[in-house]
């Protein structure tokens, strides 16, 4: 048998148990059920109360499913027998984008004989001032678009400016700094034009026909970027953070989610993504992704 490996999640509605990418099963560990859901000798409430154990010398509050009036505590983890936890990764980079949510995770844990073993090399991806957002559930259909965009992830040809996206991506859902999280996704979008010759005009013009649907939506997503933008630039010059509402910082969190996901679907290198969106009108939606 390969080792077992056990990935705490966080910000995971209960619907998502049963959940498979890549061979990784979503499993819940009740900590009243006395039935196996991971083949290791040892009963959900013992593997519940283990992990319990674990995560509470780490960090529980942001792993840890605080469940609804009346239901048993519980956990919800990703589970696969395997010695090579590489192939994660690329799935944290599909849940994480495909829709708003506070999905994330915890260090990968191998179960040997009961005894939680962390896997210390592994990168983690947990959340920070995320509470926001709802818990990640995604629909059938956003399943097969997860296991779609998973595909298109672990392509050798990937793109590395997308990687990179994601990487600031991550990095601000996991910062406690809502300025500093701001300033990051600020950054993905800038990313999507190349040069600095007229940054605001084309920036707010290349997000807004990548990502509205109709000349309406456009219109209105070049007036949110504008807007974005200049918050940005005060923010950078004379450290003033009035302006950024709430509001303004959930668009931007929005805006770099969909920029992100949309780059992720578009089978096309960036040069001529980034040719095609300066052509095209708003509302011209030229490559026509749903997500």
């Known amino acids: 048998m390969e080792n077992q490996v056990i990935i705490p999640l966080c910000g995971v509605d209960e619907s998502m148990t049963g959940f498979s990418i890549n061979g990784w099963d979503i499993k819940k560990i009740d900590f009243a059920s006395e039935k196996n859901t991971i083949a290791d000798n040892i009963i959900d409430s013992e593997l519940y109360e283990a992990l319990y154990s674990w995560v509470d010398t780490e960090d529980r ?6 469940p609804q009036e009346n239901q048993k505590p519980y956990f919800l983890c990703f589970y696969k027998e395997t010695k090579d936890v590489s192939d994660f990764e690329p799935i944290v980079d599909v849940l994480r984008v495909i829709k708003s949510s506070q999905f994330g995770c915890w260090y ?3 179960l040997k004989d009961g005894i939680l073993i962390p896997i210390l ?20 259909q956003e399943r097969e678009q997860a296991l ?20 600031f991506f991550h990095e601000s859902c996991r910062s406690s700094n809502l300025y500093l999280s701001f300033i990051t996704r600020v950054i993905i979008l800038e ?11 084309r920036l707010k013009r290349s997000v807004a026909v990548l990502l509205g649907r109709d000349k309406e939506e456009s219109v209105k997503i070049a007036e949110s970027v504008n807007i974005i933008y ?6 950078l010059h004379d450290g003033k953070t009035d302006k950024i509402s709430d509001d303004l910082m959930d668009l931007t969190y929005d805006y770099a989610r969909r920029v ?5 679907c578009i089978p096309d290198d960036i040069k001529n993504i980034r040719s095609t969106l300066e052509q095209a009108g708003y509302g011209d939606d030229p490559y026509k992704v749903t997500i």
């Open 61 to 66: 509050y942001t792993i840890f499913q605080l």
């Open 108 to 110: 990968p844990i191998s």
């Open 121 to 140: 090399k592994s990168r983690f991806y947990m959340t920070d001032a995320m509470q926001i957002r709802p818990l990640l559930s995604l629909s059938p």
């Open 148 to 167: 779609q965009l998973y595909q298109t992830r672990i392509d050798e040809r990937f793109p590395d400016i997308v990687k990179t996206m994601l990487l």
């Open 191 to 201: 990313m999507l034009i190349e040069g600095n010759a007229e940054l605001s005009y």
């Open 230 to 235: 200049r918050e940005r630039s005060k923010f």
């Open 260 to 264: 992100v996901a949309n780059l992720m």
